[in-house]
């Protein structure tokens, strides 16, 4: 093996205090994520029981609209729905049965809870259950909450998985399940490694259809691809599932910590590791040492958006030459987030939730030389001369382990870079 | 409950805060769930404003449920005040804010502050995002404007324009410079750039000028009847329209002063020869009912198009669009069901569709131009460069852009003559697109040798038409852009000949038989 290690952590931050404050949090809600998961679980169907305002959220978050019909849709409750919980249990049904009518294609029908369905105490675990019977052995019907006052964007798919952990069948096998949902590219990096590592059975939450065979049980390891997975995390040790913590497989570094926790896990030698890691790590290297050129020495800002910004500002930090200033992130789960903040250079203010007003002061005053930020902030931020990098991105493309680690950088370094070629001087 | 695949309009609200986000020195204050703050990004990336809306929303979370959150309605409010300074706020509730029946107006009024408090009732289940603009906007000169001498000089007021308006910007501009050369002066122009103490004044003209009746009309019918305000009625969208408009405003304003035509190109590129190839395309029109009017009268007399068939999203317009399609000779669509939109479309088979963006992605899926006249509208639609669709300009600007999505003169004699030619044929589209080919509904439908009459849904018959096989190759012949309606107007004269089969026969007689 090489010795070209990053160089230590001097202190870490996961115990470093976190600041909390109250105010406008500016970030999308759960049902966010059904703009990926749709395309992720190719035989379910979303349905959001809600408002307009959800509706018109799905079709504005997804920036450009899919041409073919979406496999999601928004029930969107009216007046009358609202005067009596029994009609609207049987309006949900009348909707639901058009719906499976139009789409014999659909295997998984997920209904989603909103802010309007839960404000009025809509039950859709009982609709749910209703709907299974009804529609068993073709449909299975879920329910969980995308809600903006559950769910704080990622969640939504954090909701989404752990709706699914109950109905898992069961297993006694000793099985590894990788959990979270990744662009079908990466996964099938992620079990190529695996399997060249000699780990497996591997089995993927969520799969892409229904007929998969990942199952649950004592015997099952898991490792979580993504950061923001607290309640998926707990329904699977709720069913006897070990978790395998570990840093996320963001950058060489990251994804060499991650697979090399699974690796002890599973008995790997050093030897089987370094063989099948060293030309990936090599290549990740270079591509972020090209890559991250442009960011080195700069500084760089997060405001809260995805739960990825921990793991990310360990990247930034120790891989890409940056200093970190403000890390925010909506939610700071230690169990999940705890080994990336130990490896996170001591010196940035962690914050936990926001009052967005004050954060942008803070922001301002601290000038960064790239702020990470929602789709709101960015071009407000951008007139007044910070550059920015819009977090919705980092959610939407193919970021994790070795072969995307030098894209990761990219998009990073991709509005300085701009900044530079457009001749425009950074304030 | 109503199943949605996309919409139209988004929630009061949004309509709501492009009225703020329109305005300057007001601030809107929303009690809302954390997650609406998405709105922001319709301003921020798809009109790519450079400030953040003037909204400060609550973002309760359920753990607030419980416990209060009128006061935290009430701390934002205080909280907004001190750090933006606004001349005036209004205040009002999201779709879920409604349902918790908190009633921020009310607790507002106890705040006790120095400026105007507007308190806004949008129902969010039964309303939309038009009438939310519409009626934000006339509780704010219901509230602000004053009664006032009028100026010395004729002036009036520009009413309607919003953030997030298709076009709104530059029409401003377009009208403003329209009514200086006829001697007329804007007094306000609003919500667009104006400050609460701008619309204070708005009771000094003499008359209003209403650009957007979907957002602006509420506003305007108070100002007629409480400043004695006269409007106009005619939106000037087209040649023959703005005309109309210059001759309302005229008699309005009482002035005889000629204007300078000279801008006006449309009207000659329209009759110049080139122009031939548009005869009698036949399109469909769908978007809000003010700017379906006003295409429908510019496709039919102002280009020369067949117009198909028309509709609009808002139903607000639903009575207009019913008169306006029963003289046009056609079936009126008033829907907000994209889905029910699609289905129109593929029956109808137009040569074009003049829409939305959502009749943009229609048109892409079957195959078919498609040029935007309306909201919605994404990012492609607020253009760096100066494009009113109002006025002399805005006529030369629909010009261009309706014709662009087609094939034009020439290229369309080519395609008919050489239909088999491996480069020059229908799936590479217009040549000055760089090869847009229609996308197959589905790879299995393009490749199969089979023309399913089905697919062409609505002929009058309801009996099973079969394509022989002879036939069916000829149809492929035929160039894309015309293909549909080849297709659909065989299958007609098939049905109403009592056919079941078509041969190579029957396509040619329906050909003779719809000559034109």
Request: charged share 25%.
């Amino acid at each position: 093996m090489t010795n070209q290690m990053p160089p230590p952590p001097s202190l870490g931050c996961r115990s470093q205090p976190i600041l909390k404050q109250r105010g406008q949090r500016e970030v999308f809600c759960g049902l966010t994520g059904i703009i990926w998961l749709h395309r992720k679980i190719q035989d379910a169907f979303f349905l959001v029981v809600g408002s307009r305002t959800c509706a018109h959220l799905l079709q504005s978050a997804a920036g450009v609209m899919i041409f073919a019909e979406p496999r999601f849709g928004t029930a969107i409750l009216e007046e009358s729905d609202l005067a009596g919980l029994n009609d609207a249990h049987a309006e949900l049904d009348r909707t639901v049965a058009e719906l499976l009518e139009r789409r014999p294609d659909i295997r998984q029908l997920f209904l989603v809870g909103s802010c309007p369905s839960e404000v009025i105490k809509l039950d859709l675990s009982r609709a749910a259950e209703r709907m299974t019977q009804a529609y068993a052995p073709k449909v299975r019907v879920l329910e969980y909450s995308g809600s903006g006052i559950e769910t704080t964007f990622t969640q939504g798919e954090d909701a989404c998985l752990a709706a699914m952990v109950p109905v898992l069948p069961e297993t006694d096998a000793q099985e590894l399940m990788v959990v979270g949902a990744l662009p079908d590219v990466v996964e099938d990096q992620m079990l190529g490694l695996l399997s060249d590592l000699g780990i497996g059975p591997v089995r993927v939450l969520p799969a892409r259809n229904i007929d998969s065979d990942t199952a649950v049980g004592p015997n099952t390891v898991f490792a979580l691809t993504q950061p923001f997975l607290g309640d998926t995390h707990a329904a699977l040790e709720r069913r006897g599932a070990r978790h395998i913590a570990a840093p996320f497989p963001f950058g060489e570094e990251g994804t060499t910590a991650w697979l090399r926790a699974l690796a002890r896990e599973f008995g790997v030698s050093d030897e089987t590791f370094d063989a099948v890691t060293e030309a990936p790590r090599r290549r990740a290297r270079q591509a972020v040492a090209q890559a991250a050129e442009p960011l080195s020495g700069n500084s760089v800002f997060f405001f809260p958006d995805s739960q990825l910004e921990i793991p990310l500002a360990r990247f930034l930090t120790r891989e890409c030459g940056m200093s970190a200033i403000e890390v925010g992130s909506p939610y700071i789960h230690d169990g999940i987030h705890g080994p990336d903040l130990e490896l996170l250079p001591a010196g940035p203010q962690l914050s936990e939730g926001q009052d967005v007003d004050l954060q942008l002061d803070r922001c301002r005053e601290a000038s960064p030389d790239l702020t990470v930020c929602g789709l709101g902030l960015a071009n407000p931020l951008e007139a007044e001369g910070l550059s920015t990098k819009w977090a919705i991105e980092l959610v939407f493309t193919p970021v994790h382990f070795y072969e995307q680690a030098g894209d990761l950088a990219s998009l990073f370094a991709r509005p300085l870079r701009r900044k530079s070629i457009l001749g425009v001087a950074a304030e | 409950m109503k199943l949605t695949v996309w919409t139209y309009e988004g929630p009061p609200h949004v309509g709501a805060m492009r009225v703020a986000t329109g305005m300057k020195g007001l601030h809107y204050v929303l009690h809302a769930p954390q997650g609406d703050t998405y709105a922001d990004l319709l301003f921020t990336m798809i009109e790519r404003r450079d400030h953040r809306p003037p909204v400060t929303y609550t973002t309760f979370q359920a753990r607030d449920l419980g416990a209060d959150t009128a006061n935290l309605f009430k701390t934002a409010c205080q909280d907004a005040y001190a750090r933006f300074k606004p001349e005036a706020i209004i205040v009002g509730a999201s779709c879920t804010a409604e349902l918790i029946q908190d009633d921020p107006g009310g607790l507002a009024e106890t705040m006790g502050l120095d400026i105007p408090v507007i308190p806004l009732e949008l129902p969010s289940y039964q309303r939309k995002e038009n009438f939310g603009a519409d009626e934000t906007f006339f509780q704010i000169v219901r509230h602000l404007a004053k009664p006032m001498e009028k100026t010395q000089r004729v002036t009036c007021n520009l009413l309607g324009p919003t953030a997030l308006g298709f076009r709104h910007r530059d029409d401003i501009q377009e009208i403003t410079n329209l009514l200086y050369e006829l001697g007329v002066e804007v007094n306000v122009t609003a919500p667009m750039g104006a400050t609460p103490s701008d619309i204070a004044k708005m009771g000094q003209a003499h008359f209003n000028v209403l650009l957007y009746p979907e957002t602006g009309e509420q506003a305007a019918r108070y100002c007629e009847r409480t400043f004695d305000q006269p409007y106009t009625k005619t939106v000037p969208i087209g040649a023959g329209a703005t005309r109309d408009f210059i001759a309302e405003v005229k008699a309005l304003a009482g002035i005889t002063a000629e204007i300078d035509t000279d801008r006006l190109r449309q009207t000659w590129w329209s009759r110049s020869v080139d122009s031939t190839y548009l005869t009698g395309k036949r399109v469909f029109l769908f978007g809000d009912g003010t700017h379906v009017k006003a295409a429908a009268r510019i496709a039919r007399d102002e280009m020369g198009f067949e117009v198909a068939g028309m509709g609009c999203y808002n139903r607000e317009y639903a009575r207009d669009i019913r008169a306006l399609a029963k003289e046009y000779g056609v079936e009126p669509l008033i829907t907000d069901d994209y889905l029910e939109v699609e289905r129109a479309i593929e029956a109808l088979q137009p040569e074009m569709i003049l829409g939305t963006q959502m009749e943009r992605h229609i048109g892409k899926r079957l195959g078919i131009p498609c040029a935007v006249i309306s909201a919605p509208v994404h990012v492609q639609d607020f253009p760096a460069r100066y494009s009113p669709q109002m006025g002399f300009e805005g006529a030369n600007v629909i010009f261009d852009t309706w014709i662009h999505p087609l094939v034009m003169g020439l290229e369309e004699h080519l395609l008919h003559m050489f239909r088999e030619d491996f480069e020059f044929h229908d799936a590479a589209g217009p040549s000055h697109h760089g090869g847009h080919a229609p996308k197959p509904l589905s790879p299995a439908a393009g490749e199969a040798g089979s023309m399913p009459a089905e697919t062409a849904p609505a002929p009058p018959s309801t009996d099973v038409i079969t394509w022989l096989a002879d036939a069916e190759k000829e149809l492929k012949k035929i160039p894309f852009f015309v293909r549909g309606k080849a297709r659909r107007n065989t299958e007609t004269f098939a049905a109403e000949k009592g056919l079941h089969e078509i041969s190579l026969d029957t396509l040619y007689e329906a050909k003779a038989h719809y000559a034109r």
